[in-house]
Each structure stands twice: as C-alpha cells, then as structure tokens.
C-alpha cells in the first residue's frame, strides 16, 4: 500500500468554515481523561455561526436551533452546534441535497410560523422547553398549520445525524465531535485480528478518509465532489 | 441515422458481476466480444472510505445510469404506486456492482433447485403455496458445481468446505451439497463478536460456520489480502481484496485482446432481423447513436434492466417485446425477503467498529429444507448471518429498544452508551414466485429520455410472511443466548427494488412458462442469451451472486461449444 498520512489536516484547508475557527477549539472538547466539559448550548467553546451558504440568515438560525435541541450540548459534551451539523445541511443543500432545499424552506417557515402562533416568537428565540415542546409536536404530526410536519422533523433529525456523524471532509463533525461522543475510532486503511478483539478499544486515529494521501488527490470526480456532490445521481 | 460499427461476434450488454464473468470463457475460446458498460471504470482511489458517499449519497463520483431509471413499485395492480426510491440500489462501473457489494458468495442449497419435486415428495402437492408459479430448475445442484467451482476460482472465495465429495466437515457447512474440492482460500478470519456469537450458537445445539465470501483471506494471485477497514459495505476496495469483476474476469478477458469495453454506453434496443433473429444492438453514447451488429447478443444487466431492455424492443415479429411471444417476459418475478431482521442489544461493548458485511457467521439449522416442515405452515426457511460491521452514521441511526427518545439529551445519553452495543442480523429467506408479481413497463413514468422504466408489481405472500416471523424468533433465540438484553424484530417491508431480484427470464425447459432454456438462451430467439438472476426461478436463503455467475460462466460456456447452432 502507497497511502501516507498526511502530516496537516486537509480538510481544514478546504472547510473554509472550519478554517476560521482559533486553533485552540480544534483541540478536544472532551477532557482526555473522558470527562465532558459541561456547558449550556450558548458555551464559549461554540464556533461563531458564518454566514449561510444556502439559506438565508434566519432560515440558517432556525435550522441552527432546531439541531441544537436534536443533538444538544450537554453533560455527555459537545452536540449538533460543536460538529456544525447545520453549517454541513446549509452547504449540502447547495449541492448533494440540493433536491431538498425547498422542503427546508417551507419546513423552516412553517415552524417559525407556528412558534409565532402558539408561542409569540421565532422559533430561535423561544427557551430550550418552549423549543423542545413544539419539536415533539411537529414530530408528531400535531402542528396545527404545518401539515406533514413529521416528515420534515424526520429529514432534519436524519441531516443532522448526518452532520454530526460525517466524514469532516463534508464540513460537520467538526473536531470529531460525533465520532468522539460514541466512540468511534475513526478512518483506518487497515485493521489488526487484534483490533478486532471483544475487549480492544482502538486510539481513536481522527483522520478524516481524505486526510490519507491515497483519497486526497484531484481526478475529476473527486473535484465535483469536494464542491458539495453536485453530479449524476444527486 | 445510427452510425454503424463493425460486426463482432458477440454483444454483451452490460459488464457487471454476471457480464464480466460470461465474457471470459467467450474470449478464451477465440470469439471476438464487444462489451457495452453504462458506467466507467473505477479505481481503487476512487474508494474512499466515506459513509456518507458510499452509504447515503448513492455513489455520486460514479456515471450512474441506473439512477435515471429507477423501478416503480406497487404492491398489487390495484394500488398506486408506492413513493419512489431516490437511489438505485445496484450501480453501473465495469464490474458492476460486483465493486460495492458485500461478496457473500454461496452456492444454492440442492433443495432450490428443487422446491416443487422435493416438496411434494415428502409433504405433498398441497404444500406448494397457493397462487406460486414455482418449477424445479432444469438441472440440479449436480450440474451447476464445476461452474461454481471454475468461478469460485476466477474471482478468488474465502471459505470452509462443509461437504466434498460427501464427506462432512463440521468445520464448514454441513447441510451444504456436495463439491469437489475445498475453497480456494481459507475463510476470512474471525471478529471478537463473532467468535461471541458462535459460541453462543453451539450452546444451542445449533452449527455456526463462516460463511463463504469473494474477498481475499490472503494474498490470491496478484491481489493482496482484505484489511478488514470496514467501508467494504456499499463501498469498493481501496487494495482490490475483493473480488469484483472489475479486477478478476475483465482484466483477464482483456488480455487477451478480444474483448473491447465500450464505457458509458446506454443501450436503447436489441435489434431484430426479419428473420426473427437478433442482429445487434443500438445504444447512445456521448449523444450520438450507434448499432453494433453481432451473431450473437448477451443481455447481461441487473434484473430490472433486462426485463425493461426485452420489452422496450418490440419489433414486427416480437410485437410484445423481444422473445415475449408467449408472455412470460416480466413474470415469475420476486425479491428476496430480506427485511424481516432482528435488532439486539447487548449490555457490553462489541467493538464490531470494523470489519465487513462478509466477515460473519451463518447458521443454517433454519434454512431450506434442512429441518422437517411436517408440523410447520409453510415450506422454506431462512440463512441466519451475523456479521462485524458497523460505522458512525448508521450507528447513531440505531433503534434505541424503546429505552430512549429519538433525540435531545435522552437519546444522547442512550447512544453515547450503546453505539456499539447493538447488532443487527442478516436474515435470507426462501420467497416463491407467485402469478400476480410481476414486472412491465410503467405506463406513466419514463426516464430522461422519454423511456418507460421497469414497474414491480409485487408483494410478500403468506408463506414468506411465515418464514419471516419463524425466522425471526430464531434470530431472538441466538441473541438471547449470546447475551443480548433487548431485541427488536424489524419490518418485514415492501417488495420495492432489491438488490436481490430473481426472475423476469425464467430459465427453464417447458417453452410455455419460461423465457431462456436451460442454458440460457432464449426459447423464441436462438441467438440471445440472457444472464443474471433474472434466469433463476428460486432465490434460496442466501446471496444469489456467486449463483447467478456460476450460470453466467455455463452460457458463455456453452455459446462457444454451440456456436453453429446458436448462429445457424
């Protein structure tokens, strides 16, 4: 095998958004004895939130609100705000998703629309408890207004598990936060009989798949790729 | 006007798992093949390991045809159609979907290939289900062997032999019929998980075995052994350890420079002389339109495309669609059951992170006809198959066993403990084919070129619904001794489009009810062949690749030793 790692992080040359995060936030969030650091959605550690590429400001905002409840920052660390999963749907939406971009925006306006009717304000706006409440009606399919309001709870949950859990390559799962709060090892080209043993438990390796020279080069598809998978089939 | 190329002797449609290994004895025996691919070739870094790529966006750095055509399905043909797949579950590269599959490579069990005689035989007539077209095969397991075992070869099968030459190994598996030799190579190794559940297997009395796949379990040939990364699953091999088409029987039929591979060609039509004989193919290709004349064609796509491919060429003297003067293109079709699977939960690690779909363990206590049926509402049964593979994505989709919400702090608590603590089964189980499935043309949906695609018409029957629910308690019991404190049978699904579609161009010898005949060539038309699952009139309880390959290698087999009266 010819692949050698790459000593710098790729990915964070081509995540512009990552790329303007300070250095420090790239370090873990969790403690290396395995001791999440506490802290409520609006901790310090949160990247700032850059401008959508996708969606207009707002819709950004509500989308940002929506995964922060889904996957919260909380005791057992960092959530969907940490690994950006909404920063990776807003970008993806433009590009491999990009078939779904109007279902976000009417699924996004007829939230906003129902926390104005049963709660006065935006959804963003509204506490965690307002929040949480209107999520599990929409999830339910008891959103008066918002009709076939649980399919739309069912892409957003499955985007945002999307973002939280991807490659970083996509741009979410920043810093491995996904990866990390499940354990996953990460990305290896090969793996040991003794990897594989009930008991072991691998170092995680956080390398992203195009972190390895062999997945990191620029023939054509993979270029159409790094562009948000805008070709056949999307 | 078409530009017209120069005549070879055959034309094969399709360069996948089944085309890719008809070519080989063709070329090997002189003939001169053109073969004509959808998609392009792909190469090991185009592999990355990336779940979100190869798991969830349907492959987007491969030219997928397929994608623009995909099957309708509805349940009966008085329902509506159901919602639509947005990705195709097979691809288009040379080698097919050989490239991501998971390379589980079993041959049939002796019982498939005879569900009606052997049926009837020891539980009566009045066992077959209701409304089922099933036949026996035309040969049995007896006749298929020196092509399985020429295939298991080309391509490179990891695996225990359980019965050679009637001697039992317990090693492998015991109910398997008999071959004549062992794998080529050993089987892929063993997982923490695995040795696990094989244990808990033998606690039950029942026998577990590793179950055979195309992927190296050493070095084979010039091609390195699998390392186990655990992208294998929908994902192509970064080292070529598994043994798609694309690296074994193309490469091979190119060497000896009488196979010309023509990428990205989409064909539109098999052509008919006016003597009722095939005389080659039209297809597209960068926007001009070619014909490639043959003395012989080869259909050789996935299921759908080459029901969809026969019934788009009408001509005067096949109105219906091409050899369907008797009405049976599109019939006798069915998709594996493989839905009605089981979910555990373990109350410890697995660590099952790596690994691939293919590195597991079977038991076949349940499948077939291995276990009398006397007592039983049904005939058949189902392949039990564990396996290491897991990745982030779909762990953190998993079902939470009722424990927990869907999401927020709950959930996050939940999948924080239990990402790899849970497994999920891989169930195979006997389906018959039955009079009211069926494929055609959908009348309202075409693909961008203002082509009907392929309709599945098809639902699961009470027989496959049986075998389900008894399959799925066995699974139960598995987890349960293994340790398991929680499990959820899943859904047994709909029969929308499968990765494991049978039928459509049934093989057989009765010219009344089947398409091609027992060697694989058309009843109606004696210079078109047909190859793929499309040909098999019995799925089995396990993968139907190495199957549909082994009777691939037969046709090729026999277009050469038959080339007078295939052409005359």
């Given at each position: 095998m010819n692949q050698r790692l790459i000593a710098r992080r790729e990915w964070l040359k081509r995540v512009g958004a990552a790329a303007a995060i300070p250095p420090r936030m790239l370090l873990p969030i969790v403690t290396p004895s395995g001791e999440p650091i506490p802290g409520p959605a609006q901790s310090p550690i949160a990247p700032a939130v850059s401008a959508p590429e996708t969606l207009t400001a707002g819709e950004a905002e509500t989308l940002g609100a929506i995964a922060a409840r889904l996957i919260p920052t909380d005791g057992n660390g960092p959530g969907a705000t940490e690994a950006r999963a909404a920063q990776y749907i807003d970008r993806a939406l433009g590009g491999a998703l990009s078939s779904f971009r109007d279902t976000y925006r009417a699924g996004l306006a007829a939230l906003d629309q129902y926390a104005q009717s049963t709660k006065g304000n935006s959804f963003a706006r509204l506490s965690t408890a307002d929040q949480d409440a209107l999520l599990r009606d929409i999830e339910r399919n008891e959103?008066?207004?918002?009709?076939q309001s649980a399919a739309f709870f069912n892409l957003v949950l499955a985007h945002t598990i999307q973002g939280t859990f991807c490659d970083p390559h996509y741009g979410g799962n920043v810093n491995f936060a996904g990866w990390d709060l499940i354990g996953y090892p990460g990305v290896r080209l090969a793996v040991s009989a003794g990897e594989q043993g009930l008991n072991a438990r691998p170092a995680p390796t956080h390398m992203s798949a195009y972190d390895y020279r062999m997945f990191s080069g620029s023939r054509p598809a993979r270029a159409a790729l790094d562009q948000g998978g805008r070709h056949h089939g999307d | 006007m078409a530009t017209e190329l120069k005549k070879t002797d055959v034309v094969i449609v399709g360069l996948g798992a089944v085309g890719g290994v008809a070519v080989l004895p063709i070329v090997e025996a002189g003939l001169n093949v053109v073969g004509l691919e959808a998609g392009t070739w792909l190469r090991a870094d185009d592999f990355a390991p990336d779940e979100l790529r190869n798991n969830y966006r349907g492959w987007p750095q491969a030219v997928q045809k397929a994608n623009r055509e995909i099957p309708t399905h509805r349940p009966n043909a008085s329902s509506p159609n159901s919602p639509r797949l947005a990705i195709h579950p097979m691809m288009n590269a040379v080698g097919g979907t050989s490239l991501h599959y998971w390379a589980q490579s079993w041959r049939l069990s002796p019982w498939d290939f005879k569900v009606m005689s052997e049926t009837t035989r020891r539980y009566?007539?009045?066992?077959?289900?209701?409304?089922s077209t099933v036949e026996d095969w035309p040969f049995g397991l007896e006749e298929l062997e020196p092509y399985y075992d020429r295939v298991e070869r080309e391509i490179g099968v990891s695996g225990k032999a359980g019965n050679i030459d009637g001697r039992i190994d317990r090693g492998g598996n015991i109910f398997e019929g008999p071959r004549k030799r062992e794998y080529p190579m050993p089987p892929l190794r063993g997982s923490g998980f695995t040795e696990m559940m094989t244990n808990a297997a033998r606690g039950l009395g029942w026998h577990a075995f590793p179950g055979p796949a195309a992927v190296n379990s050493r070095n084979y040939g010039n091609r390195t052994a699998c390392v186990y990364h655990g992208f294998c699953n929908r994902g192509g091999c970064h080292v070529n350890a598994k043994g798609s088409t694309a690296v074994t029987t193309i490469p091979k039929a190119l060497s000896t420079k009488r196979l010309d591979v023509v990428t990205e060609a989409h064909v539109i039509r098999i052509d008919v002389n006016d003597k009722g004989r095939v005389s080659g193919v039209s297809y597209l290709k960068s926007g001009t339109e070619y014909f490639q004349p043959a003395d012989v064609v080869l259909l050789a796509g996935y299921t759908y495309e080459n029901v969809r491919l026969l019934l788009l060429s009408?001509?005067?003297?096949?109105?219906?669609?091409?050899?369907?003067n008797h009405g049976q293109v599109g019939r006798h079709y069915f998709s594996h059951n493989t839905g009605a699977s089981v979910s555990a939960l373990f109350p410890r690690s697995l660590n099952s992170w790596y690994g691939l779909p293919a590195q597991g363990v079977a038991v076949d206590?349940?499948?077939?006809?291995?276990?009398?049926?006397?007592?039983?509402?049904?005939?058949g049964g189902g392949n039990l198959w564990i396996y290491s593979d897991r990745r982030p994505i779909g762990a953190a989709s998993m079902s939470t066993f009722g424990r927990a919400p869907r999401w927020g702090t709950a959930w996050k608590t939940f999948i924080k403990e239990n990402a790899d603590r849970a497994n999920t089964a891989y169930l195979q189980k006997t389906t018959l084919p039955y009079e009211d499935n069926y494929l055609d043309l959908d009348p309202n949906v075409t693909d961008p070129l203002g082509y009907p695609v392929c309709r599945i018409t098809a639902e699961f029957k009470e027989n496959d619904r049986a075998v389900g629910a008894f399959i799925q308690d066995k699974m139960v019991e598995w987890y349960r001794a293994a340790g398991a404190v929680a499990t959820d049978k899943l859904p047994l699904g709909t029969m929308g489009p499968s990765t494991h579609a049978y039928g459509g161009t049934r093989m057989g010898n009765n010219t009344e009810t089947n398409v091609v005949n027992r060697w694989g060539f058309s009843h109606e038309v004696p210079n078109l062949g047909v190859v793929g699952a499309s040909v098999m009139g019995t799925s089995g309880a396990r993968n139907p690749t190495l199957t549909a390959q082994a009777l691939a290698w037969r046709t090729g087999d026999y277009l050469t030793r038959s080339w007078k009266e295939i052409t005359a």
């Open positions: 959103a008066a207004g918002f009709s | 009566g007539a009045s066992r077959i289900p209701k409304g009408k001509s005067k003297a096949f109105p219906n669609g091409l050899s369907n206590n349940w499948a077939d006809d291995n276990f009398d049926h006397a007592g039983l509402d049904f005939i």
